[in-house]
């Protein structure tokens, strides 16, 4: 039995159906309902937060637990947000376990990255690669011509926002909430520059277009 699954049978008394009802209930069956939907949040996000502990270097178990009913917070009021959302194509307490996951993960990286600057480079250096010398020179062709797509056709804010998650590696809800914004306007226009690139290293020939391949 996974631990998802351990945790999900140990925590949920009543049936599924029978606890996502109550929690609309604004009576006591509705606050008892709840109280076992933090637990179960809570349980998520201990096993994820322990599990992501060695992000947090310094970190004692005090800070962890903090952390973690932090992150059990956030996700309780997302799944009350979003009860009408759920379809059923789970078990109720499996889909609120996700959150549970989904929110400690978030909240590790935001406080790995407390301290630390967010760099938005407009530039990267050209690396080149490869351990035969064919492989070194397509290698270091291609990535000329990443670097120079990078730098012609995209905008600044596609350029910034591209290689900040890509070549920096900053996490995408760390650097929407630098930026002010959020995960789906980021995904957007990271969507929209790897269009551009693609287009471009389609035009220049470092890459096939999919339309023009041969089927077997």
Aim: charged fraction near 25%.
């Amino acid at each position: 039995m996974s631990l998802m699954h351990r945790a999900t049978s140990e925590i949920g008394a009543a049936p599924d159906e029978a606890w996502a009802n109550e929690l609309n209930d604004p009576g006591p069956p509705g606050h008892a309902a709840q109280r076992s939907l933090h637990d179960l949040l809570l349980r998520a996000t201990r096993h994820q937060v322990w599990r992501l502990r060695h992000q947090l270097p310094g970190a004692g178990p005090a800070d962890l637990e903090d952390l973690a009913q932090q992150a059990a917070d956030d996700a309780l009021v997302a799944v009350l947000g979003k009860l009408d959302t759920f379809e059923g194509r789970s078990r109720f307490s499996t889909w609120v376990y996700k959150f549970g996951l989904l929110h400690a993960g978030v909240a590790v990286r935001r406080q790995s990255w407390r301290h630390r600057e967010v760099a938005l480079p407009d530039t990267f250096d050209v690396s080149d690669g490869g351990v035969t010398p064919e492989a070194f020179a397509q290698g270091s062709e291609l990535s000329r011509a990443v670097h120079a797509a990078i730098s012609t056709d995209l905008t600044p804010h596609q350029r910034r926002v591209t290689l900040a998650l890509l070549v920096e590696q900053v996490p995408i809800d760390v650097l929407a909430e630098r930026l002010n914004t959020n995960r789906n306007a980021l995904y957007k226009t990271l969507h929209d520059a790897r269009q551009r690139l693609r287009a471009c290293l389609m035009a220049s020939g470092h890459l096939d277009d999919p339309s023009l391949r041969s089927t077997p």
